[in-house]
């Protein structure tokens, strides 16, 4: 059963549909910030297998999460023989960064509202 964010005049809205409209996530964006958060650390490989999907929808999906700053990644260890072409990656995430990021983006918001909501009710007395 998937959380839910309460508003306060009582409507509910599922959490992974709050966060994907708070930064603009597909739908598999979210996937795989799921599955990262109840995982841990997983390659592209671990994900697609997962997932039932390709890598490139897994990279395209990583890559967004990763300009958002909803995740890490770091290069996976090197194998005993060495691959050529692209390094793999290991991706996760810091819950308590993402936390943190998710609470500061929304102070951010509300201050972003109020400063609107300053502005357009100035503008009516003006005019």
Same mark, same amino acid.
């Given at each position: ?5 309460? !508003? ?9 549909? !709050?966060?994907? !409209? ?9 996937? =795989? ?19 039932n999907v390709t890598k490139a929808s897994i990279s ?32 996760? =995430? ?34």
């Amino acid at each position: 059963m998937a959380e839910k964010v309460r !508003f306060p005049d009582g409507r509910e809205v599922d959490i992974h549909d !709050f966060v994907a !409209f708070m930064y603009g996530l597909s739908k598999s964006d979210v996937e =795989v910030l799921h599955i990262l958060l109840q995982n841990g650390k997983m390659t592209t490989d671990d994900l697609s297998q997962k997932l039932n999907v390709t890598k490139a929808s897994i990279s395209k999906a990583l890559n967004n999460l990763l300009d958002k700053g909803l995740i890490q990644r770091e290069k996976a260890p090197a194998e005993k023989e060495e691959r050529k072409g692209r390094p793999n990656y290991i991706y996760w =995430v810091e819950k308590e960064r993402l936390y943190k990021k998710l609470e500061a983006d929304l102070e951010k918001l509300a201050g972003t509202v109020k400063d609107a909501l300053q502005k357009h009710t100035a503008l009516e007395i003006v005019i």
